[in-house]
């Protein structure tokens, strides 16, 4: 399986909307994925900023078909490999609302429809004010996530981590 994330993570920006380290971010999800007993390659998509092309993208590169796309600001989604890029498996725009047992729970649900089986849902906390609060400084980040973009194929990252099982 595969995490794919944005041009930008752990560059351009290294935080998420919600102020989490993307290193944390990063070890949650792998760290939920070893609990499931299997392991994920990280890969830097380039040439795109938007949270379903980079799910999508990392789904066609991953040999279980199923890929996390993760924006630097936080947004994820779940994908497989077969779907349209809109039509994805699990997708959590909530980003200000996810915490790091959020996102290692996000990577639990991937490795189950990896291996074929049923996920159990990712508790999140809905913030009906989150989008008007932060408006000015999601679009911020996107802008500086598209500022990242470029004409590159993927490119495979190594993460050194240890999974706190």
């Given at each position: 399986?595969?995490?794919?994330?944005?041009?930008?993570f752990?560059?351009?920006?290294?935080?998420?909307?919600?102020?989490?380290?993307?290193?944390?971010?990063?070890?949650?999800?792998l760290?939920?994925?070893?609990?499931?007993?299997?392991?994920?390659?990280?890969?830097?998509?380039?040439?795109?900023?938007?949270?379903a092309?980079?799910?999508?993208?990392g789904?066609?590169?991953?040999?279980?078909?199923?890929?996390?796309?993760?924006?630097?600001?936080?947004?994820?989604?779940?994908?497989?490999?077969?779907?349209?890029?809109?039509?994805?498996?699990?997708?959590?725009?909530?980003?200000?609302?996810?915490?790091?047992a959020?996102?290692?729970?996000?990577?639990?649900?991937?490795?189950?429809?990896?291996?074929?089986?049923?996920?159990?849902?990712?508790?999140?906390?809905?913030?009906?004010?989150?989008?008007?609060?932060?408006?000015?400084?999601?679009?911020?980040?996107?802008?500086?996530?598209?500022?990242?973009?470029?004409?590159?194929?993927?490119?495979?990252?190594?993460?050194?981590?240890?999974?706190?099982?």
């Amino acid at each position: 399986m595969i995490v794919a994330v944005g041009p930008a993570f752990g560059t351009a920006l290294t935080r998420t909307i919600g102020g989490l380290a993307h290193e944390d971010v990063l070890a949650a999800i792998l760290t939920g994925v070893a609990r499931e007993g299997l392991v994920a390659r990280v890969v830097k998509v380039h040439h795109s900023s938007d949270c379903a092309a980079i799910g999508h993208i990392g789904a066609q590169l991953s040999g279980s078909g199923i890929a996390i796309g993760l924006q630097s600001r936080g947004t994820t989604v779940i994908h497989k490999r077969g779907l349209a890029r809109l039509n994805n498996l699990e997708l959590f725009p909530q980003s200000p609302s996810l915490t790091l047992a959020s996102y290692e729970q996000i990577g639990r649900n991937a490795a189950r429809y990896a291996k074929g089986e049923q996920p159990t849902p990712v508790p999140v906390q809905v913030d009906n004010w989150a989008r008007l609060r932060l408006i000015v400084k999601t679009a911020l980040l996107h802008r500086r996530e598209t500022e990242q973009v470029r004409d590159q194929l993927p490119d495979e990252l190594m993460f050194d981590w240890e999974p706190d099982m």
